[in-house]
């Protein structure tokens, strides 16, 4: 039958963040062979969840699952991660956003933090190792 598992915790130290320490362990369960993930909370332990918290936890082990998925070369599983990559390298916002696992928050985070305004992310600006590699090979200097 298949096998379903709680987590598993990796560490215990990280109260608060159970729904991280869980992912980590499900996605080496799920790596291993394991069929089913079940979410983990951020209150776990601590308080009844909420549905913020109950979103956190299902978001984490969707990620869990989607990694294992990648660790255990399933056909199909890498095909949004190599489309990702490829918005990233094009400074493809508005695909990224598409992409993502939670396209809401990826879209509310860009749009409450970015600083920048360009076509870069707020944290690099106008040192965005993207926009300055693709810069610098177009440059004449390196043609020479």
């Known amino acids: 039958g298949p096998f ?3 987590g598993p915790l990796v560490t215990d130290i990280a109260p608060g963040y159970d729904h991280i320490t ?17 979410y983990v909370t ?5 308080k009844l969840p909420s549905a ?35 918005c990233r390298n094009n400074l493809d916002w508005k695909g990224q956003i598409e992409l993502s696992i939670d396209p809401e928050k990826a879209r509310r985070f860009r749009e409450e933090g970015s600083s ?15 926009k300055v590699y693709k810069q ?5 200097r390196l043609q020479k």
Do not use: N, Q, W
């Open 42 to 46: 951020p209150a776990e332990h601590l």
């Open 136 to 140: 610098a090979t177009a440059s004449d």
């Open 22 to 38: 869980g992912a980590i362990g499900g996605a080496i369960a799920g790596a291993a062979g394991a069929d089913f993930l079940c």
């Open 52 to 86: 913020e918290d109950v979103h956190e936890g299902v978001m984490a082990s969707r990620i869990a699952a989607h990694a294992a998925d990648i660790a255990k070369g399933l056909p199909g599983a890498i095909e949004k991660d190599i489309a990702m990559a490829k």
């Open 116 to 130: 920048y305004k360009g076509d870069a992310c707020s944290m690099c600006g106008s040192y965005c190792a993207i």
């Open 4 to 6: 379903y598992v709680l």
